[in-house]
């Protein structure tokens, strides 16, 4: 498999420096009264923003020893890079791109439509992306003054820098219900490497969160599902028996996305709550049986913004070790948007619809791991950029195709592409899952017997 060009592109060891007036001026930055941030733009993605550290005059320069998580984030496709250096356009020309920051005192936020914070002064960074394809390259690293060039001017530190992150790219050709077969996606080129099973097993209470698609049927799997899944009863209105497996063209099941948990309705209201929620369970072959590799738990957020909660551990080989929680946040139900786990600290994709649905910094801080996550277990494999999914809203037709991003140094055998496939999958049919129990499921989502339920 050839994976797809991609770039990162990185902003981060933020500071700033200003003059300190026993009455501030309007440029003067006061450390206790006055935080600092900034909006970091590129064209044609959304605009970021970060907190800046303040550091008083008089002060040693930046300590570059001890660096920050980064302040922002771009994922550049190969198509973004042909856009922002003109590539795309028959007019193309030879002006390198720019990537602009906006300096500002005050908190972050607005009041009554208008924007806080008073503008310090604006910086812009040119950048030679094309040459980031093949090797990373620092455009920016140090000090800039913010504002008129005065003796007592603002002092701003940045490190800009872009860096390969080459990363197989797989999309479903049609909704994971369907049972798509998966391609390969390199420019123009749809490679078929993975084929999709989904089966909907039939609302029986002997079998519910026990058995697994005849595919999986190896030994040990029973015993994974019924110990991760719920055997209490559950009353009234639920959603169970979901289950995906992923082949290699030569038909063996490679991965497995199986419900584990159904998605059940608190007791009066029509939703998945989240101190219920329903559980998928990740397999993947090995040593002859079928191992758990994750776990997804997901929920339906209550509130204005209504939107899809998900929680995505790692499960350790051992059982006395605790997971490794890599995702734990939101996406909107109406829109979707894009999940991501990104261990570099930041992980805003450059299709996120909410900056909740993929600042994942989780995998940077796991909970209940009591460290970084790095070399805990066999997971310290886990670095960088992992994976990226899109995932369609409710608003959507039910026919888009989910695309997953997987990063070349997560992926060293067809089970590794194999169990992000399926865990994009479970995401995906999780949004249905979640779906209000007032409002229908689309046919393919229904046993014979419950068509008429929804």
Known sequence: MDPCPFVRLTVGNLALKSPVAAKPARTAVHPSSSPCFCRIKLKNFPIQSAAVPYIPLGTSNFPDGNAQPPAATFHLAKSDLDKLTGKSSLFSTSKKPQLKISVYSGRRGATCGVNSGRLLGKITVALDLAAAESRAAVFHNGWITVGKETK????????????????????????????????????????????????LRAADRNQRSRSLPSEASCSGARGWLSSFGS???????????????????SGSPVAVASMVTPFVASPGSDRVSRSNPGCWLILRPGDGTWKPWGRLEAWRERGSADGLGYRFELIPDSAAAAGIVLADSTLSCSKGGKFVIDLNGNGVGSNASTPRSTATSPGCSPRSSGDFGYGLWPYCMYR???????????????????????????VNCTEDAAAFVALSAAL???????????????KELCPPQDILLF
Request: proline letters at 6%; one cysteine or more.
């Open 231 to 249: 055997e209490r009863e559950r009353p009234g209105k639920e959603r169970k028996g979901w289950s995906i497996t992923i082949h290699d063209l």
């Open 152 to 199: 007592n001017a603002a002092q701003f530190h940045l490190n800009v820098r872009a860096e390969p992150d080459p990363r197989f790219v797989f999309q479903f050709d049609g909704a994971p219900e369907c049972s798509p077969q998966v391609f390969q996606i390199r420019g123009n080129i749809r490679q078929p490497v993975f084929t999709c099973k989904f089966s």
């Open 384 to 410: 960088g950029f992992v994976m990226a999914a899109s995932v369609e809203g409710e608003g959507g037709s039910g026919k888009m195709a989910p695309l997953v991003e997987v990063g070349v140094q997560q």
């Open 428 to 442: 995906d049919l999780s949004m249905d899952a979640c779906r209000l129990f007032s409002h229908k499921l689309r």
